[in-house]
Nanobody
């Protein structure tokens, strides 16, 4: 059974750092594109970072230079630094078996349950 389980969320002060983890099981993510999405309060879910099967990484303008995505065997990570209050939201790990997702929402077939990140000002 394919599963994605996020962890590492929490409460952090503005300017602080957090590391999110996504543990995957039930499939080999070697050839898949993996991504992190964020749903801020009252907003639509948005793609913030993805990593392709060849290791190429992509970031939304809102997090570029502050966040770093990586993958290692069955894990996907999101290192977040210089966090801002607008970074508050539920962060989701997602998997795209076709490897074409980029930061687009609808290409991703598999999702975790999300982990809450709250950045206080």
């Amino acid at each position: 059974q394919l599963q994605l389980v996020e962890s590492g969320g929490g409460l952090v002060q503005s300017g602080g750092s957090l590391r999110l983890s996504c543990a995957t099981s039930g499939f080999r993510l070697d050839h898949w594109t993996m991504a992190w999405f964020r749903r801020a309060p009252g907003k639509e879910r948005e793609g913030i970072s993805c990593v392709d099967s060849d290791g190429s990484t992509h970031y939304s303008d809102s997090v570029k230079g502050r966040f770093a995505i990586s993958r290692d065997q069955n894990m996907v990570y999101l290192e977040m630094s210089s966090l801002k209050p607008e970074g508050t939201g539920v962060y989701y790990c997602a998997a795209d078996p076709a490897g074409e997702g980029g930061l687009g929402l609808y290409a991703y077939e598999y999702w975790g349950q999300g982990t809450q990140v709250t950045v206080s000002s």
